[in-house]
């Protein structure tokens, strides 16, 4: 079955400077690729999502790429600020009726230092 | 507009008790889905359904038992809770279209503790 892996675990970043966090994923017919945000105590919440027809999507400070042929793909935050503080699950799924079930990475606590 | 409802958010239990997780969703999403959450774990698929009467199996099924009789529920027993159990645990809902999945929206949680 589907298995995704999730680097790194923690990340601590100067405020304003740049985050990437990378995900592999097993299952080379994985279409669908969603990044969630999940503040303390809260729900996980969609950031941005990217499907198999495409290699990049951008949304303000958010980016996320993907490589297929490798089978991995990471969430790009610029200018990163305090909110962004949290942790980060990746996701994959390979779609439609009973093979739709979605797997999620590990999880990143990323912290933002003023 | 409600979007994913979750009971109880908090319940502690004694080994060996069973109980019922209620999550219903007022979207008409076929896709619903049950996770639990443990630290440096992430989210692990527990079932799955998409849609009325279909269920399957994620990630760590056992102990736990689900069931679609409508679209807008998705109940989560557990028939003998064990420590191990002891978890936060995640409904979320989507709709199915195409080829492809969609964005899930998840519930606030229920933190269950198994003494």
């Known amino acids: 079955g589907e298995n995704v892996e999730q680097h790194p675990s923690t990340l601590s970043v100067q405020e304003g400077d740049s985050a990437v966090i990378k995900c592999t994923y097993s299952d080379s017919a994985s279409n669908y690729f969603p990044w969630y945000k999940q503040e303390l105590g809260k729900r996980p919440q969609l950031i941005i999502d990217?499907?198999?027809?495409?290699g990049e999507k951008k949304d303000q400070r958010i980016a996320v790429t993907l490589n297929k042929t490798a089978k991995h793909f990471s969430l790009h935050i610029t200018e990163t600020q305090p909110e962004d503080s949290a942790v980060y699950f990746c996701?994959?799924?390979?779609?439609?009726?009973?093979?739709?079930?979605?797997?999620f990475g590990s999880g990143t606590r990323l912290s933002i230092r003023p | 507009n409600a979007g994913v409802t979750q009971t109880p958010k908090f319940q502690v239990l004694k080994t060996g008790q069973s109980m019922t997780l209620q999550c219903a969703q007022d979207m008409n999403h076929e896709y619903m889905s049950w996770y639990r959450q443990d630290p440096g774990m992430g989210l692990r698929l527990i079932h799955y359904s998409v849609g009325a009467g279909i269920t399957d199996q994620g990630e760590v099924p056992n102990g736990y038992n689900v069931s679609r009789s409508t679209t807008e529920d998705f109940p989560l027993r557990l028939l003998s809770a064990a420590p191990s159990q002891t978890s936060v645990y995640f409904c979320?809902?989507?709709?199915?279209?195409?080829?492809?999945?969609?964005?899930?929206?998840f519930g606030d949680g229920t933190r269950l503790s198994i003494l």
């Open positions: 990217i499907r198999s027809n495409v």
């Open positions: 996701a994959a799924s390979k779609g439609y009726s009973s093979a739709s079930k979605i797997i």
């Open positions: 979320a809902s989507s709709p199915l279209s195409g080829m492809s999945n969609q964005p899930q929206h």
